[in-house]
């Protein structure tokens, strides 16, 4: 009986605290970096699902197939690099070939190189918003007006139904990641 009546009590305590109609105070620093954290989650989780790191990260062969350099992650071709070897007779015939980490591309277009997406000034992470969202929307390269069209195998034709909430989140992410300086080469496009 003792017992069952002090669970009753500390519920009845519990239940009065709850009911405490005064109002929350809102600290809005914590809240904007609350928001921020979650929007740059939310841009992290975008670039996963969107494949970026397919292209964008340099990897390194690992026993169980190709690793992302974490300390190159989304930094694109790297400069360092000699410039991969294709059989262009292939790729001007529409032969579409990958280097082995997949961060150079050839085809009938010519040779690509996926871009550096961190901070660094070398890299898209350092763009505008407006900048990003153009090269996702309109596949403009460095999401510049009178920019070209980014070359394959960029995919930004299916990431132009992006919400603008979401490139934000991406934009946040890009800008959150560790910059990395890597200059990538300029395509070498077939002449037609």
Known sequence: MKTALCIMLIAGVGFFVSCNNSPEVINTQERVGINDSALVRKGEHLVMIAGCHDCHSPKRMGPNGPEIILEKMLSG?????????????????????????MTAAAGPWG??????LT?????????????????????????????????????????????????????????????VQNIVPQPVLFKK
């Open 77 to 101: 071709y790297p400069s360092e690099r000699t410039l991969p070897k294709f059989d262009t007779a292939l790729a001007k015939r529409g032969i579409a070939q990958m280097s082995e980490d």
């Open 119 to 179: 901070p660094d000034g070398t890299g898209a992470g350092s763009w505008p918003l407006e900048n990003l969202k153009r090269a996702l929307r309109h596949g403009k390269a460095k999401g510049l007006e009178s920019g070209r069209l980014l070359l394959p195998p960029m995919p930004w034709f299916n990431y132009v139904n992006f919400t603008d909430e979401e490139i934000e989140a991406i934009h946040a992410y890009l800008k959150s990641i560790t910059p």
């Open 111 to 116: 040779i690509s190189f996926a871009s550096n």
